[in-house]
C-alpha cells in the first residue's frame, strides 16, 4: 500500500491509528498466550537454537515447545540423542553447520558445548546474539547446574521448570540409591576398540558410582579421561563384568544370547580383550548407545539399566 493511497483514501489521524493498532497487536502476540482458564499468561519471546546433543537434550527438558528453533544436527540420531523422538518435531541443523545456519533461525540464545567448534561459538558470538557455552558435565551436580543456568536464561516459567526437573531426577537416584544400599560392589570396566578406555573424571565413572559399580580403569589402573589402556596390566584386573553398548539400538533388557554374542564379538579379535575371561565368557552389561556418553540429566535412565543388570537381585519385587 503507497503513500499516495492513504492520502487518497484515509485520513492521516486514521492511518496512524491502523498502524499503532496493528503493532500492539503484533507485540501482544508475542507477549501473551492463553492459559486454558479463560485468562492469560506471559511468555517468553526466545528463540533457542542447539548446537550439541547435550543442550538438545537441556533444551527440551526446560524450554517449552515454542521456544525452541532448531536442534543439533544429532538431535534425531538415537545412537547419540536420548530424545532423538522428540527431536524429530523440531527443525535440525545441517550438518558441519556454519553460523549462517545457526542465525537464519533468528535465534535470541543459542547452546554450545565446549566440544563444539570453536570458530562457529565465535562467530556466533560476533553476531551479537547471546550465546551459552556449557564446559561441566562429568557429574549429576554439574548436570543440575547446567539445568539451572539454561532455565535462568530463558525465562521465569523455564527456571521453574528447571527445578522440578532436578527434584524428579533426585528423586529416581535416591530410590536407585536405596535399592543399591549393602550390594556387593561389581567391578567392571568399558572397553573400546579405538584403543581408549575411561577412567575417573568421566561420565563413565560417574556411571558407575550410582550403578554399585567399581571402574577398575580408575581404582586399579589409576587413569584419569579417555587414555590408552595398560594392556598387559589390565589382563590381571578382577573384570567381573564389560559395559558395552548393544549392537542394535531397538533391543531393551532383557537381552538375547544372540545380541549379547554380537555386542563381544569385536572384542574377542581386539587384544588385550580377547585374552580375558571376562570376554570368553561373554560377561557383560549392556547399555543403549546413547546411555554409554550421555551428559545430561537423562544420564538417570544408564544408571538404572546398568544397575539393573549388575544387581537384579535388588529389583525383585
Not at 220 to 233: I, V
Request: glycine share 6%.
Amino acid at each position: 500500500m503507497n503513500r499516495r493511497f492513504f492520502n487518497a483514501r484515509m485520513p492521516r489521524r486514521r492511518v496512524l491509528s491502523v498502524l499503532l493498532i496493528g503493532f500492539l497487536q503484533c507485540w501482544l502476540a508475542g507477549l501473551v498466550v492463553a492459559d486454558g482458564g479463560g485468562g492469560a499468561k506471559e511468555i517468553s519471546s526466545a528463540r533457542i537454537v542447539s548446537q550439541s546433543v547435550l543442550t538438545d537434550e537441556l533444551a527440551l527438558a526446560v524450554a517449552r515447545p515454542e521456544q525452541v528453533a532448531a536442534l543439533s544436527q544429532l538431535a534425531r540420531d538415537d545412537n547419540f540423542s536420548a530424545v532423538s523422538e522428540a527431536a524429530r518435531d523440531y527443525p535440525q541443523l545441517p550438518v558441519r553447520g556454519t553460523a549462517e545456519a545457526i542465525l537464519q533461525y533468528r535465534p535470541t540464545l543459542v547452546l554450545f558445548s565446549d566440544f563444539s567448534r570453536p570458530e562457529l561459538v565465535a562467530q556466533v558470538k560476533r553476531s551479537g546474539v547471546p550465546v551459552l557455552v556449557f564446559d561441566r558435565y562429568a557429574t549429576l551436580e554439574d548436570t543440575y547446574a547446567n539445568l539451572r543456568r539454561l532455565g535462568a536464561a530463558i525465562d521465569p516459567a523455564a527456571k521453574g521448570k528447571a527445578e522440578e526437573v532436578v527434584a524428579a531426577t533426585q528423586k529416581r537416584v535416591a530410590a536407585l540409591e536405596q535399592k543399591l544400599a549393602g550390594r556387593k560392589i561389581v567391578k567392571v570396566i568399558a572397553p573400546s576398540t579405538y584403543g581408549v578406555i575411561p577412567g575417573a573424571g568421566t561420565n563413565f565413572q560417574d556411571l558407575c558410582e550410582h550403578a554399585g559399580a567399581e571402574n577398575l580403569a580408575a581404582t586399579l589402573g589409576k587413569m584419569r579421561g579417555h587414555t590408552a589402556p595398560p594392556a598387559e596390566q589390565m589382563l590381571r584386573w578382577p573384570v567381573d563384568r564389560l559395559v558395552i553398548a548393544v549392537p542394535d539400538n531397538a533391543q531393551r533388557p532383557p537381552f538375547s544370547e544372540e545380541i549379547i554374542a554380537r555386542a563381544v564379538a569385536p572384542f574377542r579379535q581386539v587384544p588385550p580383550y580377547k585374552f580375558m575371561p571376562s570376554v570368553r565368557e561373554k560377561r557383560v552389561a549392556l547399555l543403549q548407545p546413547w546411555q554409554m556418553s550421555c551428559l545430561s540429566h537423562l544420564r538417570v535412565e544408564a544408571y538404572e539399566q546398568l544397575a539393573r543388570q549388575l544387581h537384579p537381585e535388588a529389583f525383585q519385587e
